[in-house]
Each structure stands twice: as structure tokens, then as C-alpha cells.
């Protein structure tokens, strides 16, 4: 049942919220003065009344959200839809993941109590966007609370066009569908069903990343619940230390729960692109090519590709997936090159991009990593790369997995764009570029072979940085988005970053509370799984 003096409440919040809107965490913070700010009397709440607990802790934080919200925002275990919630998520590994209650916020005043709630009970908690990251605890957690971001789903576009304000639960092929009805887009992800929240503060490569830089380097500002309740905006004149740490920092600061993203003129919503299919034979063209076209992008940086390494049915083949910013990408000289490799079959055309978003997938209902890793660009180390990934995905295939890996370029017209506005901490510079970004991608579906194959992919990923540190092309960059739980994502972004992104959240959570009660993904000091010898960076 619904608490009715609290669903009165929380509809008069509006008005109190202003209260809490501070970026600064006073000394003397208390969690219950904070609800009280929000017209909560946590003595009223079943389990916390009178601030203590009675019962768990997390089952104490979920009875006192269930008091507030009611049961179709806070969803209890072995009901229906806790279940239908748990088998949304993308890889199975997350769905074996079983948290004490989901609680699915209406608004940013309702993330801020569920902070608070968590703070005062000590329930950990994880926040899901679009529920894309792959290993345990990521966007959900054990026995705790996962806040479920799906009901922030607003988007509206300023009267000039130039801000489209995007909910941080909406997914990328509804929010690009939405803008095309004026003509824009924003920098976002490539695949449909992917996440606004998690890609933009992990970085977001997007099809117009060589044209504009990166997702998270396109947000003119953010929406932000952080550690105290409080809503806070971050952009390059308000609280800028805190924005620069959204671009590219993780969820380590605060819950965004807008982005202000500036947005691109797209007519008609249209571009080029497509996949191109190549046999064995034609591997070391197409392995100069990608590397011609990512060394080639500042003549051109509407153009765009990644190329994956597959095997179907026992044949080595490889997927080369060419985009342009705009209709005509065959006609572009810089894929010159890539066009005149015979394929098997290909799919380039023009085409609507949230139409392209929904029809680039992956395999489904399986366990799924991902692990990454850069490199600099050089024809004959992504040659290398390349050997590599297929003796391991043999060997993956014996054990019953499947391995894709996917080379990608960041760019040198992309690193130039990561300085604007006060720059990001990814600490990439662009004389480190072009680099390879290598993505693997492994499935499987028992899960009595998890160690077993991931070791084979770190032992892949520690082999093609032995031979990249041999021909003096190593680079540490992890790319968030694409990071195993192994990495110490944040510590690749260098020493001096490292530091400033700690820094800054002693300043806006100094009690440490995305550390210690959000502690599923990459954190400040840690890979997500800290102290394993595997590969990392």
C-alpha cells in the first residue's frame, strides 16, 4: 500500500527542493535533517523510524521507499515485475544479480531521497541506465538497492535549437528518433538499445566522433544528485571541476540525471554506412585500409569505421563497418581504399541513423565481457593484433565461446576536441594518436567456463601489449565503455588526473559514498574487481 501523507509530500516537493540545491557538504551533514528537507519524517518510515534501523538494512531503505512511493516505483523480489526488471539487462551475468528492491524514480527530488535513504540505512546501492555494462554489480546489486533511471526519460529541445535536454534513462534510439522530428541529433552511441547515462560518463564514441569529439565532451552541462541530496549543475562556469570530471569520470561523483547536450543539424536524419564482408583472403588489405582511414581522418572526419574479427561456422571473416556523416559515403575518397576490397556481402547505404542504431546488434541471452585496450596505429601492430585474436578465439571456441574483437580509431581530430571547454581527464593528447582501440567481445553460456575463457582474453590482451611495448606503441588508455571488470579504468588516465578526479570527490561526496555504498563499478582508487593478475593496462 501506498503511504498517502508521503505521496502528498513528495508532490509538494517542488517547492522545497531549492533548499538542497548546494554543491558543498556541510561538516555536520545528517541525513535525516536532509529528508526533512524533502518533507520526510524518517520516524514515520517502517524500519528507520526515529533513525535507527529495526530490521537489515536494505530491507529497512526498501520498506521506507515502498512507504513513500508505493510498489510501482519499488519493485520487491518475487513479485513479476522485479523479475521481468532483472531479465531486461543485457548480459545474463547481470541478470544473475538479485538486489534487495529496484526502486525507479520519477524525478530528480526521488534519486536524491533514495541517496539519502541509502546514506542514513547504509544500503549499498547501483544505478542502472540502460543496463548495457556487462559484469556483476556494474548497474545492479546484490542484496542492495539498483535505482532503475528508465522513468527519467524527458527530452526536449531549447527554442534555438542549439541544447536538446535528454533524461539520463532514456536509450540512445528513441532519443535520436525524438530529435530527428527537428532535424537533430546529439553525439551519442551507436547501438540502439545502449544507454544515455552510462556511455556519456564512461566518454561515448559516437558515428560523428571525429567531427565533433566524443559524448561526453558535447554536454554543455549536467543535471546532478550528488552524495547530500543535494541537485547541483555542472558546466564550464558552474562548479567546472565537477564537469570535468563527468567527462569520462564514472558514476564516482553523483547520479546525472540530465544531459545538456549541444546538438548537430542532421536533415532528414540521414548518413551513410553499412558493414562490408570480407573473407581470410582479403585480411591485409582490409588491415591496411583501417589503418589508412584512421591515420587519414582529419582530411575527412565525417568518415568513420570499426572492423571486426569474427569466425562463422569455422571461417574466418571480417565485418568492416564504414559510416559518413552524411548521405553519399560512397563517393568519399577516404574509403576509397576500403570499397575496392571484394566482399562476400554488404549493407552500406544511405540511411536514417536511428534506423542504423537498431539494425547494429549483438548476440543475445549469453554471458558476456568486455575487455579492451589501446594502442598506436601501425599497419603491421593491428596486423599482429589481428594474428593474435584469432589463435585465442580458437582456443575460446574449443572451451564453447565465441570471440569477436573490434579494432576501432580514436582519432587525432578526436583527442583535439577532448581539450575544449576546460578539457576531460582521459589524459589522452594528440600527439599519443591515432590509436587502436582494441574491443573484445566474448560470449559464452555456462558459467562454469568463466574463468577459463576470460583468462584466454587476458592472456590475448597481455600479449598484444607485450608486442606494442616491443615496437614502442603502447598506450595505457582504457576505454570505460569497454573495460572488464579487471581494469583500473581511472588509473590509466595518469597519475596527475587520477589525483584531480579524487580530489574533486572529496569535495562534492566527502563522506566517500559513491565509493563505499555504490562499490560495483570502476572506482577512483580500484578496478571494479581489484587484485587478480589479470590484465588491466
Known sequence: MVNLRHTLLA???????????SSSENADFNAIDALKSFDIDVSTLPGVGNGGRTISPCASACAALTSIYGSDQVLAQATGSYQNFITSYYSVIQR??????????VDDRAVSVVVLLSR?????????SGGHAMFEGSSSFEGGITVSLELLNSISVSADKNIASVGAGNKWGPTYTKLAEEDLTVLGGRVYDIGVGGLTTGGGISFFASLRGWGCDNVASYEVVTAAGAKVTASPKVNPDLYWALRGGGPNFGIVTQFN???????????????????ESEFAAATRAFTNVGNN??????????????????????????????????????????????????????????????????????????YTMTFRNDEAMNAIARDLHYEAAEEIAAAGGLLVTVFQIITV?????????????LGLKPEDGPLTLVGLNLFWQDAADDNALIDIASDLLKAIKAEAVIRGLANDYVYMNYAAEFQDVIASYGAENKAR??????????QGVFQKLSPGYFKLDRAATPGTDRFSF
Open 413 to 425: 581530430p578526436q583527442i583535439e576536441k577532448m581539450s575544449k571547454n576546460g578539457g576531460n581527464p
Open 261 to 279: 547536450y549541444e546538438t548537430l543539424e542532421l536533415p532528414g536524419n540521414a548518413l551513410w554506412g553499412g558493414s562490408r564482408i570480407l573473407l
Open 11 to 21: 508532490s509538494l516537493l517542488p517547492a522545497t527542493w531549492a533548499q538542497v540545491d
Open 96 to 105: 544473475e544479480v538479485r538486489p534487495f528492491c529496484v526502486f525507479k524514480p
Open 297 to 370: 581522418s582529419p582530411q575527412d572526419p565525417l568518415a568513420g569505421q570499426w572492423i571486426a574479427w569474427i569466425v562463422n561456422n569455422g571461417t574466418k571473416m571480417a565485418s568492416a563497418e564504414l559510416w559518413y556523416g552524411k548521405p553519399g559515403g560512397d563517393q568519399a575518397a577516404i574509403f576509397s581504399e576500403y570499397l575496392a576490397i571484394p566482399t562476400i556481402a554488404t549493407t552500406t547505404q544511405d540511411r536514417r541513423l536511428f534506423e542504423y542504431t537498431a539494425s547494429i546488434e549483438s548476440p543475445a541471452d549469453q554471458r558476456v565481457v568486455y
Open 501 to 510: 578526479l579524487q580530489a574533486i570527490a572529496k569535495k562534492y561526496d566527502p
Open 120 to 128: 542514513l540505512t547504509q544500503c549499498p546501492f547501483a544505478v542502472k
